[in-house]
């Protein structure tokens, strides 16, 4: 294609449509965030100027009554414990369904599948009734358990899908050469399966990180809700202002480091996501 | 006797039989954790949805059989809320396909860029619906939004049904066109370049060369694209809670669902509208493998 050319134009056009309508919403957040108390309202997508006043008060008052510290550590805690969870369990399923034969294969992966595909508010009302009896309800655990519902189909998947490509010769072939099994593993396996893990972790992180409807079903306090709860309880300074600063704020907060990390894992998130999606 | 079954050796020798239990026994946590935590509730969800189970009168409880299947799809809210649900499945991943296909081809054919352009098009995917919401309701309030600056309007978006439902799609197809065009974009990836040049050279137009090329071949991309699509807009929850939470009569399953069960604490009731959900996903799969010939085991879950 001709620089100058018609469908160079075309093209280029396309890209920066697509570009715009990815970014807009983000870029939004941003400037509301960083607009003074009483410029939320003026409607422009611009700030005239700008000040850190809504930041600020999301960390005031420290642990204890800040709105957003306690939530933003459940968050992280919570969608970490759920990772290292999933992904150790669905490492062992992985390595089994990619590299052994037996019977009910496909039958793991289909009921995988099927689980994956579930509505959570078809759980959401018996777990509340468990929870509650159990006394779990609005702990961490009360979060976790239901999240590897989810966490464990999506970890298995991508994990398959990278371990078929892995070489499991090699591992023969270093013990041919004189290396333990152990030397074997560690040193030829791991680094080979390592990105497949790493990859599935992340997806899994993301898909924690963003859950609402049982964070909001299955918390009822500070003691373990996480922050996309947290934000639909925020409220304002007075009864009188509306929290919108503090939650453009609270947004960007939460946003930016998953953005800084999808910029950098870019190319594993798209072949995570699409792992399985096509045969090959 | 078929000749097949001389084949099949009457016992797995040993070695078959340890790789075997080796392979089970490394699926089974996982798999004992998927079933503990969804068949076990979904069937205590069947055995709630036959009983009068309400917490605000724990001691008005008992078998009353389908009594609440009755209350349910005897209510006129169930019906409104189940087509708010289907317009907004229908409408979102409608025009979903189209977009991503059209972000597919862009990212598949980028003249420069290709790189940002991918990045950049994975962040809606990295963003958080709850805050993805929160940023399209604020663009579209009457006192701080800057839509209305924009277009020079005084409109109430989140005061009418239809202009409710129109901002509640546009932040569900924001979120997740992403995901979408990166599924058919593998698809595309996979067609092979030589058949666009032989067509070319027998005198086909780009159009034509969509059409008949492109299409049909990533007809199987498509069809699972699609289908996690729709069973994940069917859940469509958190945009709706907090946009309008319900009001202007959005309310979609999953918001009736949580306001029976978690609201009113009306287990029995709303453990009849959790069975109704799953068995209408259940329904929509079926249709898409019967009906329309997905292969699922080319699928992946949703994320």
């Known amino acids: 294609m001709k620089r100058g050319s018609r469908d160079y134009v075309l093209w280029s056009i396309g890209i920066v449509v697509v570009l715009a309508f990815a970014l807009i919403p983000v870029i939004w957040l941003i400037s509301i965030s960083l607009k003074p108390p009483n410029e939320i309202t003026d409607q422009r997508f611009i700030p005239a100027s700008v000040s850190f006043d809504n930041y600020k008060s999301l960390f005031e008052g420290g642990i204890d009554d800040s709105p957003f510290l306690k939530p933003l550590i459940n968050s992280i805690a919570i969608a970490l414990i759920t990772t290292v969870v999933a992904i150790t369990l669905a490492s062992f399923t992985a390595y089994a369904i990619a590299r052994l034969e037996f019977p009910g294969k496909r039958l793991i992966l289909a009921g995988a599948l099927a689980i994956a595909m579930f509505p959570p508010i078809s759980t959401v009302g018996p777990l509340f009734d468990m929870w509650r009896a159990l006394g779990i309800y609005d702990t961490y655990l009360g979060l976790i358990i239901p999240y590897l519902t989810f966490a464990l189909p999506l970890a298995i998947y991508v994990l ?3 371990f078929r490509e892995i070489p499991w010769d090699l591992e023969q072939a270093a013990q041919v050469d004189g290396a333990t099994p152990w030397q074997a593993f560690r040193k030829v396996i791991l680094p080979l399966a390592a990105p497949g893990v790493f990859t599935a972790a992340i997806l899994v992180f993301i898909f924690c990180w963003n ?43 939460v946003t930016i480091p998953i953005i800084v990390f999808v910029l950098i894992f870019q190319r594993r998130i798209v072949s995570g996501l699409t792992a399985g999606a096509v045969k090959g | 006797m078929e000749a097949s079954t001389a084949n099949t050796p009457t016992h797995a020798s040993s070695r078959t039989r340890s790789e075997r239990k080796l392979a089970w026994m490394l699926c089974a946590p996982a798999v004992i954790a998927m079933l ?11 055995v709630l949805s036959v009983q009068k189970l309400d917490l605000r009168f724990p001691e008005q409880t008992g078998f009353v059989g389908l009594d609440n299947y009755g209350t349910v799809l005897g209510s006129e809210l169930w019906w409104t809320d189940l087509f708010n649900t289907f317009l907004i499945m229908v409408i979102s991943v409608a025009v979903e396909l189209v977009l991503g296909m059209v972000i597919a081809l862009v990212m598949h054919r980028a003249i420069f860029g290709r790189g940002t352009v991918r990045t950049v098009v994975l962040i809606p995917y990295g963003i958080i619906t709850v805050v993805a919401a929160f940023a399209w309701q604020f663009a579209f309030a009457s006192d701080s939004g800057f839509v209305n600056n924009l277009i020079g309007s005084e409109m109430d978006w989140f005061g009418g049904h239809v ?20 599924l058919l974009l593998a698809g595309l990836v996979t067609i092979d370049e030589g058949l666009y040049e032989a067509a070319k050279v027998d005198g086909a137009s780009a159009w034509q060369r969509f059409w008949k090329i492109t299409l049909p071949l990533m ?10 699509r729709t069973l994940e807009a069917f859940r469509v929850f958190d945009s709706i809670f907090i946009m309008t939470r319900g009001a202007q009569n959005t309310e979609s399953v999953s918001i009736l669902g949580f306001n029976q069960l978690i609201n009113r604490l009306n287990l029995g009731v709303g453990s009849a509208i959790s069975v109704l959900a799953f068995l209408i996903v259940v329904g929509i799969a ?14 992946r879950p949703g994320g």
Do not use: C, H, N, Q
């Open chain 1, 160 to 162: 398959v899908a990278f």
């Open chain 1, 211 to 253: 859950d609402f409807v049982f964070a909001i079903s299955l918390t009822s306090s500070d003691a373990s809700r996480t922050v996309p709860a947290a934000l639909a309880f925020f409220t304002g300074e007075s009864t009188f202002t509306a929290p919108t600063g503090s939650i453009a704020a609270a947004a960007v907060v």
């Open chain 2, 36 to 46: 503990a935590v969804t068949a076990y509730p979904i069937g205590y969800a069947f």
């Open chain 2, 163 to 182: 202009s409710s439902l129109v901002v509640i799609i546009l932040a569900e197809i924001w979120k997740t066109t992403p995901f979408m065009a990166l």
């Open chain 2, 219 to 228: 007809k199987p991309a498509i069809l699972v694209a699609v289908l996690f």
């Open chain 2, 286 to 299: 079926f249709l898409f493998v019967k009906g329309l010939g997905a292969r699922l085991d080319e699928g």
